[in-house]
C-alpha cells in the first residue's frame, strides 16, 4: 500500500499578556480542512489563479471565520495577540519587559519584536512615535494608505495619537 505523507504546516504562534506565555494555534489551513472547507479557503484566498470562483457572501464568511476571529488563551480565556514565528517570547519573569510589550501594542497597535528594555528609553520612543504622528497628521494627504481617502487617513492618524497620549499620560 502506498504511503501518504502529508506536508505538516506551521502553526500560528499567539502571546498572552495575562499569563505571559505564548500559545501555538493550527494553521487556518488545517481548521478549514477538518471543516471540510479547506478547497473553498485556498480558492478563496490563496491560488494566484484560483481553480473556481469563490462568491463575495463567502469569502466574507471564511474571512471572518478563519481570519477575524479572536482566539483565546487557553489558561486564562483572555483574548491573544498573534505574533510572527520569529518573535522571541519573553520569560514569564521578565515582568517589566511584558509591561513594555503590552504598553506598546496598546499604544500603536502591533507587536515589536526589539522594544527597549529601561522605562525612560521606552517612554522616549514613544514621545517620538507622537511626533512623528503629528507630523503626518498635518500631511495627512501623502500618508493615505492603500486604497484610503484623506478624511479616513486623518481618522486613522488621530486615533494613533489619541491611543500613544493616553499610554502617555499613564507612564509619565
Ligand atoms: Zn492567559
Redesign the pocket.
Known amino acids: 500500500m502506498k504511503q501518504v505523507h502529508k506536508t505538516k504546516r506551521y502553526k500560528r504562534h499567539f502571546i ?6 505564548n ?1 501555538k494555534q493550527p494553521n487556518e489551513k488545517d481548521l478549514a480542512e477538518k471543516d471540510g472547507e479547506l478547497s473553498l479557503l485556498l480558492n478563496a484566498f490563496y491560488f494566484s489563479k484560483p481553480k473556481k470562483k469563490i462568491s463575495k457572501d463567502i469569502v466574507a464568511y471564511l474571512n471572518n471565520k478563519y481570519f477575524r476571529q479572536t482566539i ?7 483574548e ?1 495577540v498573534e505574533v510572527s514565528m520569529s518573535f522571541e517570547t519573553p520569560a514569564k519573569k521578565y515582568i517589566k519587559k511584558w509591561e513594555i510589550l503590552e504598553s506598546h501594542y496598546r499604544a500603536e497597535g502591533f507587536i515589536h519584536n526589539s522594544l527597549p528594555n529601561k522605562m525612560k528609553d521606552y517612554i522616549r520612543l514613544l514621545e517620538n512615535s507622537h511626533k512623528w504622528h503629528i507630523q503626518m497628521l498635518q500631511n495627512a494627504e501623502n500618508h493615505k494608505a492603500y486604497g484610503e481617502s484623506s478624511a479616513e487617513a486623518k481618522t486613522r492618524l488621530q486615533e494613533n495619537i489619541a491611543a500613544l497620549e493616553n499610554e502617555l499620560k499613564k507612564l509619565c
Not at 498572552?16 to 506565555?21: A, L, M, N, P, V
Not at 483565546?72 to 483572555?78: A, D, G, K, L, S
Open positions: 498572552c499578556f495575562k499569563c505571559r506565555k500559545f483565546n488563551c487557553p489558561e486564562c480565556r483572555t491573544m
